[in-house]
Nanobody, 127 residues
């Protein structure tokens, strides 16, 4: 599976942005897709995911209520709708896919190794 992110850019605080993760070569519905963010000087962290076969979504507390992840299986694309952006949301956003990962951030210590990764797209939020 090849993943290509797009949609990043420079926006002002409070704005919205939608990122896309386009998958080629495979039926994206068969994979759990997660979005990761790496802020400057920080480790990469998972922030949102959608389970395979649309088995629900989950978010870390920091983005819950502001970000929405969705999937268009016909277009082999997963989206991350980001609203009410803050300066702290600045970073490189990457999507990752895995056929076996469970989409959850409610199990402390559970951090699956995603098999397929995109190259990332930069999001910069100015305050």
């Amino acid at each position: 599976v090849q993943l290509v992110e797009s949609g990043g850019g420079l926006v002002q605080s409070g704005s919205s942005l939608t990122l896309s993760c386009a998958a080629s070569g495979r039926d994206v519905s068969a994979y759990t897709i997660a979005w990761f963010r790496q802020a400057p000087g920080k480790e990469r962290e998972g922030i949102a995911c959608i389970g395979s076969e649309n088995r629900g979504t989950d978010y870390v507390d920091d983005v819950k209520g502001r970000f929405t992840v969705s999937r268009d299986n016909a277009k082999h694309t997963v989206f991350l709708q980001m609203n009410s952006l803050k300066a702290e949301d600045t970073g490189v956003y990457s999507c990752a896919a895995d056929p076996w990962a469970t989409c959850t951030y409610q199990s402390p210590g559970y951090s699956p190794d995603y098999v397929f990764w995109g190259q990332g797209t930069q999001v910069t939020v100015s305050s």
